[in-house]
């Protein structure tokens, strides 16, 4: 059995996340504070931050919305509230969808059918 480590479960301090990200490591603290409910790093038994790649996507994104997009630190937080909300609800297939998915179906291969009995 192998026992390397997937991407995902790799785990980075903070000098690595400041490597990856670019963002400075006081500011990678302050959005810790700031972004409670989307960034919450693991900590070591000696209190040292451990993040995932979860976390390092989210300061990604906080820093693309406040330095390239010019949001606030608010303005960043609901956008980010909003981003979530919206994938949860398109993670669970909802009836209309389905039901839009089986109607267009059902139009491609009505059109293929025809297709092949008028050549």
């Not at 906080?62 to 630190?73: A, K, M």
């Not at 994938?87 to 291969?109: C, H, I, R, V, W």
């Amino acid at each position: 059995m192998s026992s390397t480590k997937t991407p995902e479960a790799t785990l980075y301090s903070i000098a690595q996340v400041n490597a990856i990200t670019g963002v400075a490591k006081p500011t990678i603290r302050f959005w810790e504070k700031e972004f409670q409910e989307f960034l919450n790093p693991l900590r070591t038994q000696g209190n040292q931050r451990r993040y995932n790649r979860s976390n390092i996507e989210i300061i990604e994104r906080i820093n693309h919305l406040v330095r390239s997009e010019g949001f606030t630190l608010e303005g960043a937080r609901r956008k980010l509230e909003l981003e979530m909300r919206e994938g949860s609800e398109s993670s669970l297939p909802e009836e209309d969808q389905l039901a839009k998915l089986a109607d267009t179906m059902s139009d491609y291969l009505l059109k293929k059918l025809l297709v092949k009995t008028t050549t």
